[in-house]
T-cell receptor, first 115, second 114 residues
């Protein structure tokens, strides 16, 4: 069974600084998809970024980028120029190659951006 | 916004009662998944519906059941509520086209069982 581990329950960062959230996963699959979701206090889970395992290039979305290390089964999220609106729970998630199977989530990292 | 809505936003029930939670998917999305998120935890998969049929189930007892309707809405029903059923219930819709499609989440229903 696939598992996702987020080892940082809480993190904080100063506004405008950069922060990196860690995620590791365990799978025997070769093709799969990885995601970072953001859940602000309003509760709505919002997709931040996604990565296809067969793509070597790291995904980027504006201030958000990932460091995908397939051999190490590591998938970290870097947030540059942190903003107060980035304050939220961040969840790392995995799904297999079909993409239509359930998401497996980590326990989340609570990120606080401090003014 | 993701275009996925859920109702009600909050609900309080007592142990042993039954509850129905509702989700309205994005237009055209043929797949809906339901997740339970306990306080301080990541979401756990309950089940998935594809074209109105159950298409996968997580480690949840049969008293958790669901329906998906042709108009892209769906329901999660929980019978004989237990205290541990208190959680945030999330639905997520997606369009299955043979390739991976992103799941879009609703805002959730917060259920409290007393």
């Amino acid at each position: 069974a696939q598992t996702v581990t987020q080892s940082q329950p809480e993190m904080s960062v100063q506004e405008a600084e950069t922060v990196t959230l860690s995620c590791t996963y365990d799978t025997s699959e070769n093709n799969y998809y990885l995601f970072w979701y953001k859940q602000p206090p309003s509760r709505q889970m919002i997709l931040v970024i996604r990565q296809e395992a067969y793509k070597q290039q790291n995904a980027t979305e504006n201030r958000f980028s990932v460091n995908f290390q397939k051999a190490a089964k590591s998938f970290s999220l870097k947030i540059s120029d942190s903003q107060l609106g980035d304050t939220a729970m961040y969840f790392c998630a995995f799904t297999d190659h079909s993409g239509n199977t359930p998401l497996v989530f980590g326990k989340g990292t609570r990120l606080s951006v401090i003014a | 916004e993701t275009g996925v809505t859920q109702s009600p936003t909050h609900l309080i029930k007592t142990r042993g009662q039954q509850v129905t939670l509702r989700c309205s998917s994005q237009s055209g999305h043929n797949t809906v998944s339901w997740y339970q998120q306990a306080l301080g935890q990541g979401p756990q998969f309950i089940f998935q519906y594809y074209r109105e049929e159950e298409n996968g189930r997580g480690n949840f007892p049969p008293r958790f059941s669901g329906l998906q309707f042709p108009n892209y809405s769906s329901e999660l029903n929980v019978n004989a509520l237990e205290l541990d059923d208190s959680a945030l219930y999330l639905c997520a819709s997606s369009l299955r086209q043979g390739i991976q499609e992103t799941q879009y989440f609703g805002p959730g229903t917060r259920l409290l069982v007393l």
